[in-house]
T-cell receptor
Framework: AQSVTQPDIHITVSEGASLELRCNYS??????LFWYVQSPGQGLQLLLK??????LVQGIKGFEAEFKRSQSSFNLRKPSVHWSDAAEYFC???????????FGTGTSLTVIP | DGGITQSPKYLFRKEGQNVTLSCEQN?????MYWYRQDPGQGLRLIYY???????QKGDIAEGYSVSREKKESFPLTVTSAQKNPTAFYLC????????????FGSGTRLTVV
């Protein structure tokens, strides 16, 4: 079955530490890939997206993500986390034959001083 | 500034009552979407519309209805047939093809009282 998997429901990191949030997908061909961030009680904001080309993409707020075709993964990373990064993070895909997004269940990030 | 406006931010519904959530965009986007968000379940698609006067059911359309009489507006009605309507509702819009991702509204939290 087609799916988007975020295996980590909740992650806690210390401020200044590095961060990696995992995302795996199962679609036939490489879909469009996205990461969104959601602050409590707010809508979702686009962090970055991948369509094709360079497999390392840069986004806003110092985030980056790497597409690995062999692993069907699109993991989000940040070298040094700030307290303001505490939020819910969603991976999403658009199948290249589709017309809607499919979202993972999200990873909640807590940042401790 | 262009964006999506959802109103109200908080809404309370009595048992057996229909309520309508508003979604307005001034981005000139053709496509609009309604998602429901529940803790631990990510975002689930209720309805979407790719053009005025046309819309399609998403994965969880039962108990909901929509209209798309204007390009800018895509209201969602939660009917009394929706047995568990308490959730956070997000409206989104996009250009055709989803290449640039969704733009989300800030959401409406609906609670049954």
């Amino acid at each position: 079955a087609q799916s988007v998997t975020q295996p980590d429901i909740h992650i806690t990191v210390s401020e200044g530490a590095s961060l990696e949030l995992r995302c795996n997908y199962s679609y036939g061909a490489t879909p469009y890939l996205f990461w969104y961030v959601q602050s409590p009680g707010q809508g979702l904001q686009l962090l970055l997206k991948y369509f094709s080309g360079d497999t390392l993409v840069q986004g806003i707020k110092g985030f980056e993500a790497e597409f690995k075709r062999s692993q069907s993964s699109f993991n989000l990373r940040k070298p040094s986390v700030h307290w303001s990064d505490a939020a819910e993070y969603f991976c999403a895909v658009v199948p290249n034959t589709g017309n809607q997004f499919y979202f993972g269940t999200g990873t909640s990030l807590t940042v401790i001083p | 500034d262009g964006g999506i406006t959802q109103s109200p931010k908080y809404l309370f519904r009595k048992e057996g009552q229909n309520v309508t959530l508003s979604c307005e965009q001034n981005l000139n986007h053709d496509a609009m979407y309604w998602y429901r968000q529940d803790p631990g379940q990510g975002l689930r698609l209720i309805y979407y519309s790719q053009i005025v006067n046309d819309f399609q059911k998403g994965d969880i359309a039962e108990g909901y209805s929509v209209s798309r009489e204007k390009k800018e507006s895509f209201p969602l009605t939660v009917t009394s047939a929706q047995k568990n309507p308490t959730a956070f509702y997000l409206c989104a819009s996009s250009i055709p093809g989803l290449a640039y991702g969704y733009t989300f509204g800030s959401g409406t939290r609906l609670t049954v009282v």
